[in-house]
């Protein structure tokens, strides 16, 4: 399956394309304030009623915020298209989108997430330290997140780097991306992987719509990938 990543284009993210590197982030910073939210006080019991936790309850979601605020996510989305992921997340489409090609026997860790009105429900009855339970609460989030069309991959460390889940197999700029950054990206992904493709997102002449040209050598860059907004 094929999994998108986007990035800015700074001295860290090059060093990271350098290594070959992930960056383990911790959900605590991303702009949604929900993230791993779960039931503080009140549940919505079978009935669909609020009630209030019991002290069971309120003791193991202490417990499931302990081990959560130690989980770490590399994010990831399965659409590279779509014009708010490059606005919010490829520096106002001035950055890069990471293309991996990754196996289906690779792909244990990175988990597609589920979007809802309401907290996920998970067993606060049991043991609090269940993986599977706290997976859910990771993997979950608002409804008004669903065209992130997001996947996660989680770790039970964060703030940390860690190697490429799949193969890099290719590089996509935003069609803002200063040609001078799109160089200095091609040289370094080109050095890694002499068959890497190399492509620049570029907007529709007649809807709000982006689409994509690949260049057939990956070490000659367009000189009309200089234009700033290209419309094709």
């Known amino acids: 399956m094929k999994f998108y990543r986007f990035q800015s284009i700074n001295k860290l993210t090059l060093q990271n394309l350098t290594n070959q590197n992930n960056w383990v982030a911790d959900p605590f910073e991303f702009n949604d304030p929900f993230e791993f939210s779960l039931y503080d006080s009140v549940l919505i019991d079978e009935n669909g009623d609020f009630r209030n936790l019991n002290h069971i309850e309120k003791a193991n979601v202490m417990k ?51 979007y809802q009105e309401r907290f996920p429900e998970i067993n606060l009855t049991d043991d609090a330290n269940s993986h599977e339970e706290i997976k859910t609460i990771v993997t979950t989030k608002s409804i008004e997140w ?49 068959s890497i493709k190399i492509s620049k997102m570029h907007m529709d002449k007649t809807t709000y719509s982006l689409g994509k040209v690949t260049i057939g050598n990956n070490t000659v860059i367009p000189e009309f990938w200089r234009i700033n907004g290209l419309r094709i």
């Open 146 to 194: 669903k065209y992130e069309n997001e996947y996660r991959q989680i770790f039970i460390m964060k703030n940390m780097l860690y190697e490429y889940p799949g193969i890099l197999v290719e590089i996509i700029f935003g069609c803002r991306t200063p040609y001078e950054d799109i160089k200095m990206v091609t040289n370094i992904a080109v050095s890694k992987n002499p």
């Open 64 to 114: 499931f915020k302990d081990s959560i605020n130690e989980y770490g996510v590399v994010c990831y989305s399965s659409d590279s298209t779509n014009n708010l992921l490059w606005a919010h997340y490829a520096d106002n489409h001035k950055g890069m989108c990471l293309v991996f090609d990754v196996p289906k026997e690779k792909e244990d860790g990175i988990y597609k997430v589920k």
